[in-house]
């Protein structure tokens, strides 16, 4: 059964650092690409960018509005993906998703369950 | 970046009636890209319909899509309680940036 589970729920202060992680089992985690969506309260789905792990070198790519704000990459060894920040900001407050590709343009066809990222001082 | 506009915003109809949701894209693209999801509050997205007018598995047939170019879209036959949601088109030809649109909240009237 594929799954993708979620790191928990984190509130952070502006300024810090954080990465959250998605933890895949059920499939060959190499060949499928994972992305990230961002929902802020209240709001529509948001494509961050996504991350084919491949066996060799990984194939990275953002959408325009999050290239340079977060920083996405996968651990192949665990079987696992993150998605990190290096200084959060209050509207960085938003339920992330993780979500399984099975090309870089085919379906999602398998989600996480959501990490809620609070920013508040 | 294509743009995809819902209508309406919000939907208010009774179990039984039929729904139509509408997502028009700025720019025409393939309808092979082309996905319809319903999210419930505290829930991930479920993929309905992809390619325009498949049906994901699972997804009873009283949902339906149609559509090409720039405009698309998405039927509910008759409604059930379960089917009061948020609806999402989103276009996936064009990586990274696979856009959704705003949505349409489905309400019971």
């Known amino acids: 059964e594929v799954q993708l589970v979620q790191s928990g729920a984190e509130v952070k202060k502006p300024g810090e650092s954080l990465k959250i992680s998605c933890k895949a089992s059920g499939y060959t985690f190499s060949n499928y690409w994972i992305g990230w969506v961002r929902q802020m309260p209240g709001k529509g789905l948001e494509w961050m960018g996504i991350i084919y792990p491949g066996d060799s070198d990984s194939d990275i790519r953002y959408s325009p509005s999050f290239r340079g704000r977060v920083t996405i990459s996968a651990d192949k060894s665990i079987s696992t993906a993150y998605l990190q920040w290096s200084s959060l900001k209050g509207s960085d407050t938003a339920m992330y998703y993780c979500a399984r590709k099975v090309g870089v343009n085919a379906i999602v066809d398998y989600w996480g369950q959501g990490t809620l990222v609070t920013v508040s001082s | 970046e294509i743009v995809l506009t819902q209508s309406p915003d919000t939907l208010s109809l009774s179990p039984g009636e039929k729904a139509t949701l509408s997502c028009r894209a700025s720019?025409?693209?393939?309808?092979?890209?082309l996905a319809w999801y319903q999210q419930k509050p505290g829930q991930a997205p479920r993929l309905l319909l992809y390619a325009t007018s498949s049906r994901a598995s699972g997804i009873p047939d009283r949902f339906s899509g149609s559509g090409s170019g720039t405009d698309f879209t998405l039927t509910i036959s008759r409604l059930e309680p379960e089917d009061f949601a948020v609806y999402y088109c989103q276009q996936y030809g064009r990586s990274p940036n696979y856009t959704f649109g705003q949505g349409t909240k489905l309400e019971i009237k």
């Open positions: 720019e025409s693209f393939t309808s092979t890209y």
